[in-house]
């Protein structure tokens, strides 16, 4: 279920409670919580490292797990200004820092694919801008860890938090202020085309796709048909090609990364391998059938890495062999 925040004027409070683990988050503008996953006992690789010979270092943590993404009002603010209060929270908050990153510094593609975030649209991370947190403290009731994962999209922010501590503690309780307004207000929502109250809308053709792309999420391209154990794309109209087409011609200055994906079936690497060659032949459709300049798209894969659907099923192993695009820089009007 989904929870907005009411805010004061300048700060909204996210309180992490448990037994052991007592800390609140306060964001730098409204937020609403938009995913929230929660498992009592688990175990949770936690990035501690830059991404580095072919993997993302992580540190094995035990304990009750809850990660929550949050999408935060944020005009104007960079990702360092987003992320350095948080910081100094959880350090005030008795956290040493294990790690920390930005995005080139991280691994850019690399480290984002190589870590646990909450699905797009709810939790969205810039493969260009974005930046990273890993903490620990220690208590009497063993060691807790805390990541901090923030992106943004135009005016919007993006916060992951997942922590990981030693008792099964509940969902955060949202701590509400209503400041010197006197009176406490709901964060603005979404129009139905995707764009905020203030926010600069990209000019696009008329459509779902264009529509979507906008909003920051990644968005599968539906109707691709590839050669049977092949990364060949197939002859023939694919729609969805040709309104992102459509929608970078409109806009130049916009860039897109095409992301492959696969089921789990077979070894990561030549998942890996298959996915990126399949976002490539999508990229040279693109280029060739479309004459959409080559600097606009980018193209990757990931493999198994990113299910949308449980991979025990034919239904589900389907759902997840696509290629999705996701925006990387917006046109500027």
């Known amino acids: 279920m989904k929870r907005t925040i009411l805010f004061a004027p300048i700060l909204c409070m996210l309180a992490l409670t448990g037994p052991a683990f007592a800390i609140t988050?306060?964001?730098?503008?409204?937020?609403?919580?938009?995913?929230?996953?929660?498992?009592?006992l688990t175990s949770y690789r936690m990035p501690v490292g830059p991404f580095a010979a072919g993997e993302v270092p992580a540190k094995l943590t035990e304990g009750a797990l809850q990660q929550t993404a949050w999408r935060v009002q944020a005009p104007g603010l960079t990702t360092l200004q987003l992320l350095a209060p948080l910081r100094d929270q959880v350090t005030g908050a008795g956290f040493t820092i294990l790690f920390e990153c930005e995005a080139v510094g991280c691994g850019g593609f690399d480290f984002r694919y190589g870590t646990d975030v909450l699905p797009e649209p709810e939790m969205h991370v810039d493969l260009g801008d974005f930046r990273y947190l890993a903490a620990e403290r220690r208590t009497a009731d063993g060691p807790e860890y805390l990541s901090l994962i923030v992106s943004r999209a135009v005016d919007l922010g993006f916060v992951q938090v997942t922590r990981v501590g030693?008792?099964?503690a509940p969902l955060p309780e949202v701590l509400l202020s209503a400041g010197t307004?006197?009176?406490?207000?709901?964060?603005?929502?979404?129009?139905?085309?995707?764009?905020l109250p203030g926010q600069v809308a990209l000019s696009a053709p008329a459509g779902g796709l264009a529509d979507r792309i906008r909003t920051g999420g990644a968005q599968v391209l539906a109707d691709l048909v590839f050669e049977t154990g092949s990364a060949a794309l197939s002859e023939g109209d694919f729609p969805a090609l040709a309104e992102l087409a459509a929608f970078l011609k409109a806009n130049p200055q916009a860039r897109v990364m095409l992301v492959g994906h696969t089921d789990a079936t077979g070894r990561l690497e030549a998942n890996t391998a298959l996915s990126r060659e399949r976002a490539r032949s999508v990229r040279d459709r693109l280029v060739t059938a479309f004459d959409v300049p080559p600097r606009?798209?980018?193209?990757?894969?990931?493999?198994?890495?990113?299910?949308?659907?449980?991979?025990?099923?034919?239904?589900?192993?389907?759902?997840?062999?696509?290629?999705?695009?996701?925006?990387?820089?917006?046109?500027?009007?």
């Open 25 to 40: 988050l306060k964001f730098p503008g409204p937020a609403d919580e938009t995913r929230t996953r929660a498992e009592a």
């Open 166 to 168: 030693s008792d099964a």
């Open 181 to 195: 307004l006197g009176r406490a207000e709901r964060a603005p929502a979404l129009t139905e085309g995707g764009v």
């Open 296 to 333: 606009q798209v980018d193209a990757e894969g990931v493999g198994f890495l990113s299910p949308r659907a449980p991979n025990d099923t034919e239904a589900g192993r389907l759902a997840n062999r696509r290629v999705e695009v996701m925006l990387l820089e917006p046109a500027v009007e």
